[in-house]
């Protein structure tokens, strides 16, 4: 069982970019997934959350209105776009699945985590 995230990059402030998380070994389609991040020298936050049918998403204030989560179940894969970028924004991402439907925040009702991408927006 593998999940793994990518599209990281360098990126300009006020610029986007698309993670994605793609999921092998087994079906994800009906957990929820979250994404996270992590900062140098900071712990691990939440990015946001969505449910196994995609019908209700979370976000922190930090990224609300600036970042979508999305899936696509055919594809056992989920997606973070994130737009208007900014340098605090700059971290490693991890995505992760809930044995469950709904999930939100607290990173212990992550059963499986990927390994992250680097994103890192230049001021």
């Known amino acids: 069982v593998q999940l793994q995230a990518y599209g990281g990059g360098l990126v300009q402030a006020g610029g986007y970019l698309r993670l994605s998380c793609a999921a092998s070994?087994?079906?994800?389609?009906?957990?929820?997934k979250g994404w996270f991040r992590q900062a140098p020298g900071k712990e691990r936050e939440f990015v946001g959350s969505i449910s196994w049918s995609g019908d209700s998403t979370h976000y922190p204030d930090s990224v609300k209105g600036r970042f979508t989560i999305s899936r696509d179940n055919a594809k056992n894969t989920v997606y973070l776009q994130m737009n208007s970028l900014k340098p605090e924004d700059t971290a490693v991402y991890y995505c992760?699945?809930?044995?469950?439907?709904?999930?939100?925040?607290?990173?212990?009702?992550?059963?499986?985590w990927g390994q992250g991408t680097l994103v890192t927006v230049s001021s």
């Open positions: 992760a699945a809930a044995r469950k439907l709904y999930s939100g925040s607290y990173q212990d009702d992550y059963d499986y």
């Open positions: 070994g087994r079906t994800f389609n009906s957990y929820a």
